[in-house]
């Protein structure tokens, strides 16, 4: 049986060697055996697992439980169980399409809000009216007012009052949100239809501005759930591997 050395591993996956034994402290890749003189021994399983565990987390979906599950899933590869780990990552390919589906659903939802047009109905109604009849919180209502989604006026007496288009706006930024799209993905969108309002939605959301100087999956979400997805069926098919090798 071929035995590796830690920083052979690191060679070989293209990582350092801190990360290999990150992982072995997180329990993503086995326990390696040890020699005498303290050196760990690492097998051909190691390297599999290192390098499943680097596809699985190419791309960190962290919304409604996606990274528990990947998390869960590579923990249970390490053990052996592949059996386990296949329903798992199943699971969770399951819920990466459906999670696409709504962030694709939201996007059909924006073009027929922006291609209705505005449903005048010239009553001007306040915050705790909309949050009613939205059904959104009053707490989410300011959220969104204090990262600069939206800019409601006030009337003399200092209330906040929510035209037509103030209200189709919120609708968009629920329906998107509601898809898990980031806040500074939707005023990216929200900025560019204010400019222009036959901009490509699906580019805006997921085109990130070379000025952010943090990107997350859900500042461009669609193109992170494909990757995720293409991933996870790599991710399928190695495990599948492994459960006949090992």
Known sequence: MTTYKTAEVAEIIGIHPNTVRLYEKLKLIPKPERLPNGYRVFTEFHIEQCRLVRIAFQVEV??????????????IAATGDFDAAILLINDYLKQIKQER??????IDIVKQLLSGGLQ??????KRKEVSEALDISM??????????????KRKENGYRVYTDEDIQR???IRSLRCANYSLEAILRLLQQISKNPHAD??????TPKQSDNIISACD???ISLSVAEENAYKVLNMLQEMKIRF
């Open 101 to 106: 589906a709504n962030a694709e659903e939201a």
């Open 62 to 75: 962290l919304q409604n439980g996606l990274r528990k599950k990947i998390v869960q899933m590579t923990k």
């Open 170 to 172: 919120l609708k968009i």
């Open 220 to 222: 461009r979400l669609i």
């Open 120 to 125: 005048e109905h010239t009553q001007c109604l």
């Open 139 to 152: 707490d989410t209502l300011r959220n969104w007012e204090m990262n600069g989604l939206l800019t409601i």
């Open 201 to 206: 939605i699906r580019t805006a959301l997921n």
